[in-house]
């Protein structure tokens, strides 16, 4: 009988080669189905994902073979736990690859981000106004929401109790399920009732719009992170004799600096690619516009959706601006996670032993 606690092991790297093989195995596979069908469309999400399936299988065979039952039942469960992270991963590598695949040939040619769509009816274009539109309104519905939010996270953890505490926590839990359509109705009513136009539309309504979206998820995020802060910290802060408001401002705030920079990023990423608020409320244009709190400005979502909703003769043009817009909204996002990783690195307390 063969004891499993003695018998031979796989050589380091068998794992990972296991893995990359299985994948180049069905990507030739689906490159020959497609060959043959005289598809042009390659399906990369489905090889990784049966390549993926053919590696869990691979892995107990080979294991049992080499190493026995018993590592054979550990490797197995290991690539399983492996198979749910990559298929969890598949959504985002499939909206990837599209993306890339149909917009990065617009994305760089001349002009892309250098003109806007004023006069332009066909081919040509940029996406310049809508660039500008989407830093402006983001960025001021990021200085409304995320003070209040943050503000609003500290009263809970530091001060609230009873029934207002309870009340605000119910209150932001009912507004993170608000559907992003209603805060745009919201902004928009609340204008018209100020300005008395009925047609109000401005850049400025849409900050307002996302940062009715972007407080609930300050909030929420913020109030867990402060609570993983050690009641010993503010404990030996308050021994020192230094006051409550100093402790949160000194040690509370510092200490859970890069858990609340990321929650504010999640927040922006949650709002930044908004369309439907911000197509009724800041509403479209094809020209330029600078002024927040004047006349339409356009967003790259919103350019995005104008592009696909509003195709012209030669539809191509339009869709492959709307591919590449959409690109571009994605590098924004993936650049903005950067930075927040960045302030977090270098921001965050720095620990010693």
Do not use: C
Not at 48 to 53: A, P, S, V
Not at 270 to 290: D, K
């Amino acid at each position: 009988m063969t004891n499993s606690l003695t018998t031979g092991r796989l050589p380091k790297g068998t794992i990972w080669m296991l893995l990359l093989g299985s994948w180049a195995l069905l990507a030739l596979v689906f490159l020959f189905v497609q060959l043959a069908g005289g598809t042009t469309t390659f399906n990369l999400v489905g090889a990784i994902f049966l390549g993926t399936i053919l590696f869990d299988i691979l892995v107990f065979v080979i294991s049992y073979l080499v190493e026995g039952v018993r590592r054979a039942k550990d490797r197995l469960v290991t690539s399983l736990v492996t198979t749910a992270f990559i298929v969890a991963l598949l959504p985002l590598i499939s909206l990837l690859y599209t993306v890339v695949l149909n917009g990065f040939a617009r994305m760089i040619e001349p002009g892309f981000f250098s003109s806007s769509m004023r006069n332009v009816t066909d081919s040509g274009g940029g996406v310049l106004h809508a660039i500008v539109g989407t830093v402006e309104i983001t960025a001021f519905a990021t200085l409304i929401s995320v003070p209040i939010g943050l503000l609003t996270s500290v009263y809970l953890v530091e001060y609230g109790r009873g029934v207002l505490a309870r009340t605000i926590t119910f209150l932001v839990d009912v507004m993170t399920g608000i559907p992003s359509i209603v805060a745009g109705l919201f902004a928009l009513a609340l204008f018209v009732l100020l300005t008395g136009q009925a047609g109000y539309r401005s850049g400025f309504g849409g900050s307002i719009a996302l940062a009715v979206l972007m407080i609930p998820v300050v909030v929420r995020s913020s109030e867990e992170i402060l609570k993983l802060v050690p009641n010993e910290l503010r404990e030996a802060s308050y021994a020192l004799g230094v006051p409550k408001w100093l402790t949160i401002l000194k040690i509370v705030v510092p200490t859970s600096i890069a858990g609340i920079t990321t929650g504010i990023t999640l927040a922006i990423a949650r709002v930044i690619g908004e369309t439907a608020p911000l197509l009724i409320v800041a509403g479209f244009t094809s020209s330029m516009n600078y002024d927040l709190f004047k006349d339409r400005m356009m967003t790259l979502s919103v350019f995005a959706y104008d592009q696909y909703a509003n195709q012209g003769p030669n539809s191509a043009d339009y869709l492959n601006r709307a591919w590449a817009a959409a690109l571009t909204l994605i590098l924004i996002v993936m650049a903005l996670n950067l930075i927040a990783r960045l302030i977090a690195r270098f921001f965050s307390p720095k620990l010693g032993r």
